[in-house]
């Protein structure tokens, strides 16, 4: 296969020229014009930000693109779908409330954002996934299949269960139904380290489905010599879903993935339902490596950045993408006092940080993921290839 075009621009601006205007003209020179948009339906896929996290991409970028794409004939609408978990995007009107909140209303974006799956998150379409082998028909949001033309527009971080979160995380797992995001994340459920869970109940807190029980006591020692009881986490596998939101947010890694190919299974899942997305169809992809944080824009909160702000990047193709916006990560230095060098020190300390993963930075943020599953499964069902030819846009 020959290599993909990326075409990227950093983020120096000068006087007259800011960023919305620096991300049209890289998306012109990346291509989107060879795409007949003419009284064509466009889905716009994003994440609105989940409301106390900040690092969600700003609706100005959104409006860039939707401005190129009335432009050239067009009908724009921005979209994502309803989440598994506790927060503000769990059914439509929620969620709208929350994109409002955040800037995603006509005013700003210049188009209507619309739910894809819906108001409970039932409305999905099942779409069979061409040479799929651990989904055969992905439960896709309506509204994005409804769409003649779809185009990912992704803040590129990290992820606590993926590894990193680029067009692909955007696309397969943003674009399914609330079932559809069960399926993913279905293949592996965590467990609880008895020894180091001090019963803070957090996770009970994010999980949606009651799948947490405390019946258990034991002694637990804090800092400064204190004893007390503490009541254990139990996790009922008959209500948990695999959705992992809990093993985000333990505090003391006391929550851990239920075997070491649940991570493996999960990307490969999450490659098979972006193919669902894009088959058969114009498909255009954007990924701005800025605010990289380590966790995903899920959360109602964001960590610092693990690496200074990047630039922006477009292709045709989500796997080379992805690939180009990982090794443009990897070739930055880590930024100070962050989880990724929280996490180093730690791995070093245990002497569990081995050469191969050294410099590696998604891998020393969150070491239970593996990102590059994601990637080769993709290239293998012929999503898209790795290699790529990064092109530069002034």
């Not at 993913?184 to 489905?209: D, F, L, M, T």
């Not at 109602?300 to 090794?327: R, Y």
């Not at 290239?379 to 990064?390: F, R």
Request: proline share 4%.
């Amino acid at each position: 296969m020959e290599p993909s075009k990326v075409y990227f621009c950093d983020l120096h601006t000068h006087m007259g020229d800011g960023l919305p205007n620096k991300l049209k003209r890289l998306i012109k020179r990346a291509g989107i014009g060879q795409i007949d948009f003419e009284n064509k339906f466009v889905a716009i896929k994003m994440h609105l930000g989940e409301p106390g996290n900040l690092s969600y991409l700003r609706p100005n970028y959104a409006r860039a693109v939707v401005d190129v794409v009335r432009e050239l004939g067009g009908k724009p609408f921005i979209t994502d779908c309803n989440t598994l978990y506790v927060g503000g995007r769990k059914n439509a009107l929620d969620h709208l409330d929350s994109a409002y909140a955040n800037g995603f209303n006509p005013f700003q974006t210049g188009c209507h954002t619309i739910i894809a799956d819906g108001l409970k998150g039932l409305d999905e379409v099942e779409v069979p996934v061409a040479g799929g082998e651990y989904v055969k028909n992905a439960k896709i949001g309506r509204a994005i299949m409804d769409a003649d033309i779809v185009i990912s527009l992704t803040h590129f971080k990290g992820h606590e269960q993926a590894g990193f979160g680029g067009a692909m995380k955007n696309l397969g797992m943003g674009g399914g139904s609330r079932a559809g995001k069960m399926e993913q994340h279905s293949a592996g459920k965590p467990g609880v380290n008895a020894e180091a869970c001090i019963g803070c109940r957090q996770c009970s807190k994010i999980c949606a489905h009651g799948a947490f029980s405390f019946d258990e006591t034991r002694e637990h020692e804090f800092a400064g010599g204190r004893v007390r009881e503490v009541n254990v986490a139990r996790i009922d596998h008959d209500r948990c879903v695999g959705c992992g939101r809990c093993i985000a947010v333990c505090n003391q890694d006391a929550i851990k993935p239920g075997y070491a190919a649940a991570v493996e299974v999960l990307n490969y899942k999450i490659a098979e339902y972006t193919k669902a997305v894009v088959d058969g169809r114009p498909s255009f992809h954007i990924s701005l490596a800025i605010d990289v944080s380590p966790n995903c824009d899920c959360h109602d909160e964001n960590d610092k950045p693990i690496v200074g702000d990047i630039g922006m990047f477009a292709s045709f193709d989500p796997v080379a993408l992805d690939q180009a916006c990982i090794d443009a990560v990897m070739a930055q230095p880590a930024l100070p006092d962050t989880e990724l060098t929280r996490m180093r020190h730690k791995l070093e300390a245990a002497g569990e940080l081995d050469e191969a993963h050294a410099h590696d930075k998604f891998y020393v943020t969150h070491p239970d993921t593996d990102w590059k599953s994601c990637i080769d499964h993709a290239e293998k069902i012929g999503l898209g290839t790795h290699e790529y030819e990064l092109i530069e846009v002034r």
